[in-house]
């Protein structure tokens, strides 16, 4: 499975972005994908994760509040809707994921393929 993400960019706090992580070598409705976030000397954080083919989605700590999950199985993709962005939302995105449509959670390590990031700046 290869994973690339794309959409990062500066924002201003109060603006939205739309994070995009094409898959490819594998259908996501055979998958679990989940998006991630860091920051330099953090621990890597789960955002949210999605399943579609059998109609899971999770969120980690009330990012549903500002944070929403989607996939498009036209174009074999996931995607992060981020709104009222703030600057502690400033990190390196990446999307991951699991060898099967069963794994549920966002707990790192559950997941095997990663891509390679793109990064949301947030300004004051």
């Known amino acids: 499975v290869q994973l690339v993400e794309s959409g990062g960019a500066l924002v201003q706090a109060g603006g939205s972005l739309m994070l995009s992580c094409l898959v490819s070598?594998?259908?996501?409705?055979?998958?679990?994908a989940g998006w991630f976030r860091q920051v330099p000397g953090r621990e890597r954080e789960g955002l949210a994760a999605i399943a579609p083919g059998v109609g899971y989605d999770y969120y980690e700590n009330l990012m549903e509040d500002r944070f929403t999950i989607s996939a498009d199985k036209i174009t074999n993709a996931i995607y992060l809707q981020m709104d009222s962005l703030k600057p502690e939302d400033s990190a390196d995105y990446r999307c991951a994921a699991g060898r099967t449509r069963t794994l549920r959670g966002v707990r790192p390590d559950q997941y095997d393929y990663w891509g390679r990031g793109t990064q949301v700046i947030v300004s004051p």
């Open positions: 070598r594998e259908n996501i409705d055979e998958i679990t």
